[in-house]
């Protein structure tokens, strides 16, 4: 019985890992879009980026498109999204 309890633990704590990488980069994929509308670039580059070499790959792209440097501008955008999504404005 101790060996199923266990596993069926480890099993909930996976899918709980799972559910937040999902839940993660789908806030990555928002806030990166919202950047790319914000500097007047096409998305779907970097979001291609995004899902196949991670989120400094999609960055890199989409300075590329807007000649500047956007890791600050990413950052400011999450922290506005997550500051809207609790409600605290």
């Known amino acids: 019985m101790g060996f199923e309890m266990r596993s ?3 099993k909930r704590e996976e899918c709980k890992a799972a559910w937040e990488s999902e839940v993660e ?3 990555m994929a928002r806030v990166l879009k919202s950047l790319a509308a914000e500097l007047g670039q096409d998305t779907d580059a970097a979001i291609d980026e995004l899902a ?5 790959a ?3 792209v989409l300075a590329g498109q807007a000649g ?6 990413y950052l400011r955008q999450r922290a ?6 609790s409600g605290l404005q």
Request: glycine share 12%; hydrophobic share 50%; net charge negative.
């Open 58 to 60: 999609a960055l890199g």
């Open 25 to 27: 980069f789908a806030e």
């Open 52 to 56: 196949h070499h991670g989120l400094g």
């Open 68 to 73: 500047c440097d956007v890791e600050a501008d």
């Open 8 to 10: 069926a633990f480890v």
């Open 80 to 85: 506005q999204s997550r500051i809207a999504a």
